[in-house]
């Protein structure tokens, strides 16, 4: 870990740039319920640059309850707005590229660098071949180089959580809305080809109400589920991707802990940071946990072992003083880990910022119900998220080189600029 | 009506006012009465200078304010703010000194509107039309006669039902902007001593009114949609001497519109849909026995009907959701008064309460809450001074057969003391309240929301203030000026839990208020006009004391209370033509910590009525919001701009 930022200062000092762009931090701020103030901030190094960002850039709000943020390519971001109904684009300066209401009530995003993949609670979408419509939820597929829904299946009711990995779509299905509809909550989760969108296998997790963020690791998922707040306990699945293409039994696929993930993280080392408690309205009470969990050891060994409480330094004693705990994320560049306090929900939420190593470096204010991260590469470092992006599904814009002059040919490797920002070409 | 008419029927109206309290009887409480006391005289005092903070509109005044409910009447009135959520359909309740709106007890004719479930009175629901006056108290009515009921609220608004004089049948049809028709016919009667009235109202609205909103970040041009509302309104009234009983039935179906968010397109829009049906029937019967003794009994059935559906396909935002909710409430009141002096008279009374709560959620089971409440009150008075004290007793217990259980049974007792001067024209008084809001049956018990270990939100209030009054031959003048300090606690609050993803009701919160209510009534009548002008105005300060670790919220004003408002009314009347004009100023308010963007900007409101009335026929023409000033109450939901109303009513 400090081995990586070590690194990183090297290359860094190497390339004669300054640390200005070292940690470069998106977080959505959900802002009130039908109030239209999502906001995003902006978080540069040590310091909020905004906390509008993109009404700074683009002069326009961002909507109503911005639930998801993920980076499809290296000048692409996309954002899920779900009370507006909107997904939105963005590039990594922040200005608006394209939005659509193809997938109302968006919850989740994930990618593969050519498509964006998006959980709904909906029952329709509009595609580019017709209207769909489902009983229960599904997920679409937008192409990013039209921003038009190209397919969308149906999966569980109500669907959140969504992940990629090796050509498939990992999908947690809630049925959250189980406590108003006439159908139960879901148990499963559903994997997809990513490239036909044909649902490959449904995974019984046997725990109900599969919500919240998923965090990935590799071929890891961690899960969570708050169960029903009566009789059904929160708990976490760890479930192992591979498996469940491989095609083992359901029970091989994944382990249940007695944990809640309320927030989770992927930490640097490839484990999950769960943070959560396990709540009855029978009781009224809590049981709150901080955990680390090491995917690998806990698969291996059915649960009974990798989960730890290596959370570093004082990450876990600062969040236990935070008015209400709001979500974790650790900066899979650079292994800075933040937190977010959500505070009293009236007034400004506050962002925290820890060192690799859990130390304390400041809390800022940010804006109401601060809950969703994404990290931006450090200035000389690349979009590491997906496989390389081709040409035809993202029209590079022009390319200078550090002199400013136009380049038609980068080399791989070296350093240029493009839409104001330097990067290394790395295109194959 | 000319002038004296107007008067004469104020006088008739305050007559009856006191006479409801004043005509005697006995109780049915434990309390023995003596029945050789005398007979006191009391009731021009109680009315002429009442000791309690009052403010009162009536009769003419009322009738020439451009009002539809009766939240548009109220919102003329020092200390009150209005929580709207837009047009004909929007949920419209009462706050009155930032107590909150469960604080507000409203009042038919005495006995209280309930809502076991969630605590609120929808003013929307109620018409101006078949009312005679509307007057609101802080803390509470101080007459000699009241149910336990009638004391146990922070403010309490009286929605007098008007007797009838003669026999008369009015019909009324009116039209307004945004597709708005009403259609209204009252048929009165009083014969033999006996008097009442039916009255039928049907209205139905498409409330699409435009909007707009503007500002660095946008410009959002739209119409409301989803607003609608279409209503049915029945009453009817039975009145003799000491007896009055009256029926209420409402029935309609209303558009639910949400805050007005970023969309792309008009595609999705859609909250969901409501039905109510309202009923009740209460009744009221007081006697005298002799000068000191006087009973008075209420009893009062209550049905609640509510459906609430989210359209779909159009919301595709929520759950597809389809519940009904069903409430009973059986209320009997005795109360007794004993003048047991020339100086001094003692009230008695208890009432009891049962309400039933069902629906069809998942998890729920039907509750039932017993609420009994007795109360002894005493008034003193010599020469100038009075003194009313009085002492509240509340016990509630629920029974359910939800897996949480109930609720703890709740036992509370809660004082008030009210010190009153009056030299001449001018009373001083000062006054003292301690009164709490039980958690209702939805903060208990709401699947996935219920918190069963919920305390009381308590307020205590205390008051200082000056009235005065003027009446020579041709003219009358009255101010009034009360200065005010409340202290809340425990207040009942829906917050996230800490790391879960669900809320629950809690405890939490603490508002300290200081605030200045003030009034000032004149009228004048010279030949044949009568010029009146109604003002109040408003100034608090209300600070958030919840957490003193948190220097973003403690000691900061509490979302949306306004520094300071005002309104002036100014009536004119000459011969067959009246002319109102009414100005209502509201200064701006936070509505969170987080930005100080995060404001509602302040409002003037401009509204001009204009009433003719020849033989039979009366055209009334109205404006509201004359300069189409675009304002909101909550963020994103959008008031009606300026809009008109035409009517025309025929009687004989």
């Known amino acids: 870990m400090k081995l990586k930022t070590f690194f990183l200062f090297c290359i860094l000092c190497f390339t004669g740039m300054t640390l200005s762009g070292q940690e470069r931090i998106i977080l959505l701020n959900e802002g009130n319920w039908q109030a239209d103030n999502g906001k995003i901030t902006y978080f540069v190094n040590d310091a909020v640059v905004s906390n509008q960002w993109f009404r700074d850039v683009n002069k326009q709000k961002l909507g109503d309850t911005p639930n998801d943020i993920i980076q499809v390519n290296p000048n692409l971001i996309a954002i899920s707005v779900n009370w507006s109904n909107i997904i939105q684009f963005i590039d990594t300066d922040g200005r608006a590229v394209a939005a659509t209401e193809d997938v109302p009530n968006n919850r989740k995003l994930a990618t593969d660098g050519t498509h964006v993949y998006v959980s709904s609670y909906g029952h329709e979408c509009a595609t580019v071949s017709g209207f769909k419509y489902f009983t229960k939820g599904f997920v679409a597929k937008i192409d990013i180089s039209t921003f038009k829904v190209v397919d969308a299946v149906e999966v569980g009711y109500e669907p959140e959580g969504i992940a990629y990995y090796n050509g498939y779509l990992f999908v947690a299905n809630t049925g959250g809305y189980a406590f108003q509809e006439d159908h139960e909550y879901e148990t499963t989760v559903t994997v997809l080809d990513a490239a036909t969108l044909r649902t490959v296998r449904t995974i019984d997790t046997g725990q109900i109400n599969l919500y919240g963020k998923l965090s990935q690791s590799g071929r890891y998922l961690c899960i969570n589920s708050p169960g029903d707040y009566y009789d059904v306990p929160a708990a976490t699945i760890i479930l192992d991707c591979d498996a469940a293409i491989a095609g083992l039994n359901d029970r091989d696929c994944f382990v249940k802990l007695d944990y809640a993930a309320t927030y989770s993280c992927t930490a640097a080392d490839g484990s999950f940071y769960a943070i959560g408690s396990r709540y009855s309205y029978y009781t009224g009470e809590y049981t709150f946990n901080y955990v680390s969990i090491d995917p690998r050891r806990v698969m291996e060994s059915g649960g009974a072992e990798g989960v730890g409480d290596n959370i570093p330094g004082s990450v876990i004693a600062d969040i236990q003083k935070m008015g209400m705990p709001y979500g974790i994320y650790v900066n899979p560049y650079t292994g800075y880990i933040y937190g977010t306090d959500a505070g009293s929900f009236a007034a400004a939420g506050a962002l925290y910022q820890w060192t690799p190593d859990g130390k304390l470096l400041g809390k800022h204010k940010v804006y109401i119900n601060p809950a969703h991260f994404l990290a931006l590469p450090p200035d000389g470092m690349e979009f590491n998220g997906v496989e390389p992006v081709t040409d035809t599904h993202c029209p590079p814009s022009a390319i200078y080189n550090l002199q400013g002059i136009r380049v038609t040919h980068p080399l791989p490797g070296q350093l240029y600029i493009s839409n104001g920002k330097k990067f290394i070409y790395n295109h194959q | ?652």
């Open chain 2, 1 to 652: 009506m000319n002038c004296s008419a107007i008067r004469l029927w104020r006088l008739f109206a305050a007559a009856l006012i006191s006479l409801s309290c004043s005509t005697g009887v006995s109780a049915s409480v434990s309390e023995t009465a003596d029945s050789t006391l005398l007979l006191t005289e009391v009731h021009v005092t109680a009315t002429r200078r009442p000791l309690a903070t009052a403010q009162t509109l009536a009769g003419a005044d009322l009738r020439a304010l451009s009002s539809t409910t009766i939240a548009d009447a109220l919102k003329y009135f020092a200390g009150v703010q209005i929580k709207d959520y837009g047009g004909l359909g929007g949920l419209k309740t009462i706050n009155v000194r930032s107590l909150g709106s469960q604080h507000v007890g409203v009042y038919i004719d005495g006995i209280r509107l309930t809502n076991a479930q969630n605590g609120t009175v929808d003013l929307g629901k109620f018409s101006l039309s078949t009312l005679e006056s509307v007057e609101l108290y802080n803390a509470n009515k101080l007459d000699r006669c009241q149910s336990p009921t009638e004391y146990a609220s922070g403010a309490t608004v009286y929605l007098q039902t008007r007797r009838p004089q003669t026999d008369s049948l009015s019909v009324l049809a009116a039209a307004g902007s945004f597709h708005t028709y009403r259609a209204r016919a009252t048929a009165e009667f009083n014969r033999r001593g006996w008097s009442g009235f039916i009255d039928a109202e049907y209205l139905n609205s498409k409330g699409d009114y435009p909007f707009r909103y503007k500002s660095e970040y946008e410009d959002t041009v739209g119409r409301r949609r989803n607003s609608d509302i279409e209503f049915f309104r029945t009453e009817a009234a039975l009145f003799k001497n000491g007896f009055a009983s009256h029926f209420y039935l409402y029935r309609s179906e209303r558009g639910c519109p949400g805050g007005i968010v970023r969309r792309l397109s008009d595609k999705y829009t859609n909250i969901g849909r409501e039905w109510d049906t309202d009923m009740f029937l209460q009744g009221s019967y007081t006697h005298r026995f002799n000068s000191s003794h006087q009973v008075k009994f209420n009893l009062k059935y209550t049905h609640e009907y509510l459906r609430y559906f989210t359209d779909y396909p159009e919301n595709q935002n929520t759950a597809r959701v389809d519940n009904h909710y069903w409430q009973n409430d059986a209320y009997a009141s005795a109360a007794y008064v004993w003048n047991a002096t020339k100086w001094l008279w003692l009230n008695a009374g208890y009432d009891f309460r049962a309400s039933w709560l069902d629906a069809d959620l998942k998890k729920f089971s039907p509750i039932r809450r017993h609420d009994q409440k007795a109360v002894l009150a005493m008034q003193f008075h010599y020469s100038g001074f009075r003194v009313a004290a009085s002492v509240l007793y509340q016990h509630y217990r629920d029974y359910t057969s939800l897996n949480v259980g109930a609720a703890d049974p709740l036992n509370r007792t809660t004082p008030s003391v009210t010190l009153g001067y009056t030299l001449n024209d001018l009373s001083l008084r000062a006054w003292y309240k301690c009164i709490f809001r039980v958690p209702t049956l939805n903060d208990l018990y709401y699947t996935q929301s219920g918190n069963r270990n919920l305390k009381p939100e308590y307020t205590r209030q205390w008051n200082i203030g000056a009235e005065y009054h003027l009446t020579p031959a041709n003219w009358l003048l009255s101010a009034q000026a009360d200065i005010y300090l409340n202290h809340i606690d425990n207040r009942i609050v829906c917050l996230p839990l800490r790391g879960t993803y669900t809320w629950s009701m809690m405890n939490y919160g603490k508002t300290f208020c200081r605030g200045l209510n003030s009034t000032l009534s004149a009228a004048v009548t010279m030949n044949r006009w009568r010029l009146s002008l109604l003002t109040s105005f408003t100034w608090q300060r209300d600070l958030n004391r919840t957490d003193p670790e948190d220097e973003d919220t403690y000691n900061k004003p509490i979302c949306y209370a306004p520094t300071f408002s005002c309104g002036v009314t100014a009536i004119a009347e000459w011969r067959f033509l009246s002319l109102t004009v009414s100005n209502l100023y509201v200064s701006s308010r936070m509505w969170s910590y987080a930005d100080p963007e995060d404001r509602l900007t302040p409002y003037n409101n401009v509204d001009i009525k204009l009433t003719g009335q020849l033989r039979h026929w009366m055209l009334s023409a109205e404006v509201n919001d004359l300069f189409d000033v675009q304002y909101e109450h909550i963020p994103r939901y959008p008031m009606p701009g300026r809009n008109v109303k035409l009517s025309l009513t025929y009687s004989f």
